[in-house]
């Protein structure tokens, strides 16, 4: 390990030490820089902060402020947008505002976006990456394979840029310091990484990482899913890889923007002897059905690194595929709105992830959360939660689950992300956290509660019965069909290879059975909620969910299947292309 990286895991190490101390400065500072702020000046008054000491602060703010939505600070959000210059949630005025998907239900939230955000973003960089290497170290001025796209930023009519948090990243300093300054450079050029044409960065990002095939030492995205899709696309597009790689040329089919063209083709270089290589190995992959196809073809790479936690866990059994027996490590835990903690153990699998809380970042509050009794009596209930009274990071109690509150350099105080997270333990004083799932209910058709998490274990039920027949699920989504009486949950899936109707059956029947939710139960008992529906989409529907997120301003390095809708455009997507359809005889008495 370099002295850089230990230096960073030391200034790590000491904040975790004074982890309470530090959030009591961290929101000090946070009001002292904001203290005229219209919105902090409307809850707090005209108290001078600079006169008071920095734990009084701390008790002043958490019992004046009130806990807030993302709906509580839209209007100053719309404002900054339309370019009010006065301090409405920060003092500096912003220039730039974030696209989030993290809180939305549906349609992406405007979230301020400052120079503070990218700091803290190569920080957490640089601080995951020396933990990464002291286990699987990596040459230096290696190549790092990475699936990342920046999405279109437009400007408000008063000048302020929008865009994803990561597109602002990749467009940052801070993005160009984090190659210098973990010496790992990415293979593909900003052009391909801002071309706004995913599928075109996809082919290049991939071609790129097979010229550079020998020095890639890891492969990498912000989420999991990118690297599946990813290979999902190589295992069509190998050829015409092959072919560029010979002839040092680039398809003229698969890319057409012409700054992505120069850039690529400023890289390339005919190079027979690799493509000859390349071809042999995937002719014999492909005979394999493309197990382990990264080490395979980057066989210096030591690792993939990708958020494969919470909703990514779905893609993990086909990451696996691709990554035979390489590492898999499973990245930080952040949003769009803050970083949260960092991956301190990159060597445990994914499902036993902790996130060390960085007590710098933010201020960290944490509403307790307490499992209501499947007691059908409690249907008014909005949710499977009874909640607490917020606490600061310094009192969290190991085992608890908690919903997580942010107050931020940027402007959002006392805000909802809306995660759950479990405390699983700690570091010195911080806590590492669990990521259990979103809050907000997904299913729910009359006194059920089903989060994304409990969907994402009865598909994954399901979804053992196609274990043996050479088919995989590709992805689901539901929908809470209430048009009808009664009511009934629908899941659509797409699956890629062929499967008996009487074995779709089984899993239908097999998911509607698996939710574990009294008041699902109940329901289904009494038939208040109708049985189960499994719609299986042909290949490609959940492709074009994904495009449609896109058009509409997502950016793919960012994008997360929804696990549930009621928007009628997906809505349709998904009832056009369904080509079978079963019902659960479950609860068939
Ligand atoms: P976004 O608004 O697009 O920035 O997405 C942020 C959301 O993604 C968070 O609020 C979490 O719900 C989810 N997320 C981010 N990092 C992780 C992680 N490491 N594990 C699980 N979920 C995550």
């Known amino acids: 390990m370099s002295c850089r990286e230990s230096d960073i895991i030391g200034w790590f190490d000491a904040a975790a030490e004074s982890a309470a101390a530090q959030q009591t400065e961290t929101l000090r500072r946070i009001l002292w820089r904001n203290h005229t702020a219209e919105y902090l000046k409307k809850w707090l008054g005209d108290v001078d902060v600079h006169h008071l000491e920095a734990s009084a602060l701390e008790s002043l703010f958490t019992s004046s402020m009130p806990l807030a939505s993302h709906a509580d600070l839209e209007p100053y959000i719309r404002r900054i947008a339309d370019g009010e210059t006065t301090p409405l949630l920060t003092q500096e005025p912003i220039a730039t505002l974030s696209l989030s998907s993290g809180t939305t239900e549906g349609r992406p939230k405007y979230v301020p976006f400052t120079r503070h955000s990218s700091e803290t973003t190569l920080q957490i960089f640089k601080l995951a990456a020396a933990y990464r290497s002291r286990m699987y170290p990596t040459k230096e001025k290696g190549r790092v394979l990475e699936f990342i796209y920046s999405s279109k930023r437009f400007k408000t009519k008063c000048g302020i840029t929008v865009g994803t948090a990561t597109t602002h990243v990749y467009a940052s300093e801070e993005f160009k310091m984090k190659q210098h300054e973990t010496k790992s450079y990415t293979c593909s050029p900003q052009e391909v990484i801002s071309s706004g044409d995913y599928k075109q960065s996809t082919y290049c990002h991939l071609l790129l990482g097979i010229h550079y095939a020998e020095e890639v030492e890891y492969v990498t995205s912000t989420f999991a899913y990118s690297v599946v899709q990813a290979f999902r696309s190589f295992q069509e597009a190998w050829r015409e890889i092959c072919n560029d790689i010979r002839d040092g040329t680039l398809s003229s089919t698969k890319v057409t923007i012409p700054d992505v063209r120069r850039a690529v083709l400023e890289v390339l270089r005919p190079n027979p002897g690799l493509a000859l ?313």
């Not at 691709?322 to 699998?349: F, H, K, Q, R």
């Not at 009294?518 to 042909?538: H, T």
Request: proline share 5%; net charge neutral; glycine share 6%.
């Open 277 to 589: 290589k390349i071809e042999a190995k995937c002719h014999e992959l492909e005979r394999r059905d493309w197990v382990g196809l990264i080490p395979e073809l980057w066989p210096n790479a030591k690792y993939v690194y990708s958020i494969m936690t919470g909703s990514m866990q779905p893609y993990l059994s086909k990451l696996s595929h691709y990554a035979g027996n390489l590492a898999l490590i499973s990245a930080d835990y952040g949003s769009t709105e803050s970083w949260i903690g960092v991956n301190m153990e990159p060597c445990l699998p994914p499902d036993k992830v902790t996130f060390a809380v960085i007590p710098t970042f933010s201020y960290f509050e944490f509403i307790p959360l307490r499992r209501q009794s499947h007691d059908t009596s409690d249907y008014q209930a909005t949710d499977d939660f009874v909640e607490g009274d917020p606490v600061p990071l310094s009192q969290v109690k190991m085992g608890n689950e908690y919903e997580i509150v942010l107050t931020t350099f940027t402007g959002l105080y006392r805000y909802r992300l809306g995660d759950v997270v479990e405390v699983a333990g700690f570091h010195r004083n911080t806590p590492k956290l669990n990521f259990i799932c979103r809050r907000k209910l997904i299913l729910t058709v009359n006194i059920d509660k089903n989060t994304e998490k409990d969907l994402q274990s009865v598909v994954a039920r399901g979804s053992q019965i196609l274990r043996n027949t050479g088919a995989e699920l590709v992805d689901f989504t539901s929908h809470a069909d209430v048009g009808k009486q009664p009511g009934h949950y629908i899941i659509y899936w797409e699956i890629e290879g062929k499967v008996e109707e009487r074995l779709l059956e089984d899993c239908c029947r097999e998911m509607d059975a698996a939710f574990v939710d009294q008041g699902y139960i109940v329901s289904r008992k009494s038939n208040s909620i109708g049985p189960l529906e499994l719609c299986i989409v042909e290949k490609g529907t959940f492709k074009k969910i994904m495009e449609n997120f896109i058009a509409n301003g997502a950016a793919l390095s960012q994008f997360k299947t929804p696990r549930c809708t009621s928007n009628p455009v997906l809505l349709k997507i998904l009832n056009v292309c369904t080509i079978k359809k079963f019902h659960s005889t479950a609860y068939a008495s």
